[in-house]
């Protein structure tokens, strides 16, 4: 197991003395900080496994930092540390996602055992997304990533509709994770013992789908050489998720109707009827309302399917999310590369965080992937990230032309000033979806002559 690396936060000295010490005979890596801004600098460009963090600090409060710090970095666990110990404050600490709640002065028997058992989750927790990715189980993780207010109304509507058993009715932009939120679905509902069968309706060849999908008998045409049960028998009391159901064709989609109508399916060449328990979630990334008015969608199969509706946003409209995005990444790749690249440096974070994304977050995957396989070691930089200075996607600034390669001074200002407009002067949001800090965004706009 790797030295996990815990980063300790406190305005009094001695206790980060005290704490780097301890934490090392224990054989952690302990990076310290003194501020709340501080610590979000360390955060915004290193990987930590854990944070220490007193809950009065000189800039910021505890309970603030520990937002800011889940907002950047979802899998950080927290522990608060207190010499004023309330029970409202404890609790508060819990809700908004800090592991433990420790009163100072801090025993440190009581810390290395808390130390020990939150690494070892953290190590149980990395070992079973590693098996699940070698299974290519990876999407049925119930896992979403980001805590922006668009995210976390997808991830509320999914904790209510899970309960039931009624269709969904998935929308966005290709990249997005539709896949994603059907398996979070599946795996909160009472089917997530049983199969998730994801399907790409655009992906199977038009004379064979039929039989794909509600199976066929043996000789009901050429190379049927046995009985087959088809997708839907093979989801019985599990779910199947219909990605891409525009584009099914007229026949297959009066046929798909009788079956979320009847709960029956009939092989192809078979007299026979079979029910199913299947719980139907589907997908597009087309606008299914033109579809029917354009007669290339049936608006009763529509309207059977559209109980529950749930349109995920594009990443170019939760820029927030895109810094806890990226370490998810990098945490994956570390554990798939066997590397240890520590972070992300701000000016390859601030790119990212401008880049409108057109391919979603599978383009960011993508991004981060890419940097691995050419040799990322330490921290991914901007050079890593070649591809965003493709001219037809990188960020030029306004006043250059084809024939010239802009500077990093104006192609960070450029950045900046796109963050202020995206986030509508909010200069604390620019600064955070920029991964820099407040200080130094007011230092830049005073150089720009903005302030």
């Known amino acids: 197991m790797d030295s996990a690396k815990i980063l300790v936060v406190d305005d009094e000295p001695s206790i980060l003395m005290l704490l780097k010490e301890a934490l090392g005979k224990w054989g952690y890596t302990a990076t310290c900080a003194s501020t709340g801004h501080e610590a979000l600098e360390a955060v915004r460009s290193g990987l930590f496994d854990a944070a ?28 608060i540390m207190t010499g004023y110990p309330t029970i409202s404050s404890a609790v508060e600490a819990l809700k908004e996602g800090a592991y433990d709640y420790l009163s100072k002065p801090l025993i440190l028997d009581e810390l290395r055992h808390l130390m020990s058992r939150l690494v070892e989750r953290r190590f149980l927790r990395g070992e079973v ?6 299974l290519g189980e990876e999407l049925t993780v119930n896992e979403l990533i980001g805590t922006s207010a668009a995210m976390q109304q997808v991830k509320d509507v999914i904790g209510k509709v899970a309960v039931s058993d009624s269709p969904v009715l998935i929308e966005g932009e290709s990249g997005t994770g539709k896949e994603l939120v059907a398996a979070a679905i599946h795996r909160l509902s009472d089917r997530g013992r049983g199969a998730f069968l994801p399907v790409n309706c655009s992906a199977i060849p038009g004379e064979l789908i039929e039989s794909e999908f509600f199976g066929h008998v043996r000789g009901a045409f050429s190379g049927a050489v046995s009985d087959s049960l088809g997708l839907f028998r093979g989801a019985n009391q599990g779910t199947i998720f219909l990605d891409e159901i525009g584009e099914l064709s007229p026949a297959l989609q009066v046929k798909l109707l009788r079956v979320l109508q009847e709960m029956q399916v009939r092989p192809v060449g078979s007299t026979k009827a079979y029910a199913v328990d299947v719980r139907v979630i589907a997908a597009t990334n087309r606008n299914l309302e033109q579809a029917m008015a354009q007669g290339a969608f049936r608006q009763d199969l529509f309207y059977r399917l559209n109980v529950v509706r749930i349109p995920l946003p594009p990443l170019r409209d939760r820029r927030d999310d895109i810094p806890a995005l990226t370490n998810h990444f990098l945490r994956r790749f570390n554990r798939r590369f066997r590397r240890d690249v520590r972070g992300i440096t701000p000016e390859a974070l601030a790119a990212l965080s401008g880049y409108d994304f057109p391919g979603n977050v599978r383009e960011l995957e993508n991004f981060v992937e890419r940097a691995y396989a050419m040799g990322a070691k330490d921290q991914i930089t901007v050079a890593d990230l070649a ?23 104006e192609v960070e200002r450029e950045l900046i000033l796109r963050a202020l407009g995206a986030y509508r002067n909010d200069k604390e949001a620019a600064a955070r979806a920029l991964g820099l800090s407040r200080r130094t965004i007011y230092r830049r706009l005073k150089e720009y002559g903005v302030l």
């Open 52 to 79: 220490l963090m007193d809950v009065r600090m000189p800039d910021m409060s505890g309970l603030d930092l520990l937002r800011a710090v889940k907002a950047h970095d979802e899998s950080i666990e927290v522990v």
């Open 387 to 409: 591809t965003l200075a493709r001219p037809s996607t990188v960020l030029m600034p306004s006043s250059a032309t084809s024939s010239t390669i802009p500077t990093l001074a």
């Open 129 to 134: 997304h590693s098996l699940r990715a070698r």
